[in-house]
């Protein structure tokens, strides 16, 4: 691989296990030709970074990589997002307004979850990847689409066309070169690669990264991840809000990921104050009480998150509240109860 080439693979997910390396050579091998490219896996292995790491790659490279998340648009909007409209040409069009496939032009267009395009609109497409052109709606102007099409998907299309809803035709013309992305049940030993890259995002996001210790990481290989990269990466961001800069062992990562994992209650020498205390609160918030008050213990554990919360949201409280999952109106009431006011320097 050529340094180049390795850096614009920045986009690409961590691992070097078998399974990854296949995947890695194919995006190499497919990404300079104009071939559309049909990625496959469950949701979370990384099907937007893989199309983007075949984007960066390609000779398309220096024009707009435009993502469409099919599942997310209504049937009756998604026409007009991918081929735009003309002013009038329907309720509340009160301006003309260019799709994603102009947006897109010289460039590529990655159709997320395609599986869950409803069937009218699948016949629109194909006629668009067949003669690859393309009416806005309300216009009989046909306008030229010069894209590189990536499609990705979660669902086994094939078991769609047999159940009637994906039309065979289609997969065939996306289909033309198939890359299928493993899980990360499947290829755990890229783990401690990918906590590592997972670290390094939220350092780039202005956290404090924690570190994790050689029994947190075995109770981490032995969860299933259903989530896949994506479970993990949020997994590691929350870690770092919670012990910014500290020391995580099994006991202070959520219950589903040790399962019935044993582990030794003796904490690593020098392991609990690793992990720093905010506005006096404990530094560890399964560590003894030592005579404190449970009420009041509790209420110390409930400041800190808030207090680490409302710095990681730079004060923004709607922010924080996201973080915490709790609401906004929620997290207002904490703070006046507890006298927490945001930082005004």
Request: proline share 6%; aromatic share 6%.
């Amino acid at each position: 691989m050529t340094q180049n080439t390795a850096s614009n693979l920045a986009y690409f997910p961590t691992g070097h296990s078998r399974k990854m390396v296949v995947v890695r050579r194919l995006v190499e091998q497919v990404a300079e030709f104009n071939a559309n490219v049909l990625i496959t896996g469950e949701s979370g292995t990384g099907k937007e970074w893989t199309a983007r790491a075949i984007h960066a790659l390609s000779p398309r490279k220096d024009a707009p990589f435009v993502p469409v998340n099919c599942g997310a648009i209504p049937a009756e909007l998604l026409e007009s997002e991918l081929f735009g409209h003309e002013k009038g040409a329907f309720t509340g069009a009160v301006a003309t307004r260019i799709g994603r496939f102009e947006a897109a032009e010289g460039g590529t267009l990655f159709l997320d979850e395609i599986g869950d395009m409803s069937l009218p609109m699948q016949v629109k497409l194909l006629r668009v990847l067949q003669e690859r052109v393309f009416e806005r709606v309300g216009s009989n102007e046909s306008r030229a689409a010069d894209v590189r099409i990536i499609a990705a998907t979660h669902r086994n299309l094939e078991e769609e066309i047999m159940l009637n809803r994906f039309r065979e035709d289609l997969f065939y013309r996306l289909n033309v070169f198939p890359i299928e992305l493993p899980p990360l049940r499947e290829r755990l030993e890229d783990l401690a690669q990918l906590i590592e890259s997972s670290l390094v995002t939220c350092v780039k996001a202005g956290l404090d990264p924690v570190q994790l210790t050689e029994a947190a990481i075995r109770a981490l290989n032995g969860y299933d991840w259903p989530g896949n990269v994506r479970e993990l990466s949020n997994l590691m961001e929350r870690l770092c809000i919670l012990y910014p800069g500290g020391k995580v062992d099994p006991r202070l990562l959520p219950a589903r990921y040790t399962g019935n994992v044993e582990f030794d209650d003796t904490p690593e020498p020098g392991e609990a104050e690793s992990i720093p205390a905010a506005n006096g609160a404990p530094a560890d918030i399964l560590a003894a009480c030592k005579g404190m008050p449970l009420k009041d213990y509790l209420e110390s554990i409930e400041i800190a998150l808030i207090d680490a919360a409302l710095r990681e949201a730079r004060g923004i409280v709607a922010h924080a509240a996201e973080r915490l999952q709790i609401r906004r109106t929620t997290l207002s009431e904490k703070m006046k109860r507890y006298g927490i006011a945001l930082d005004t320097e």
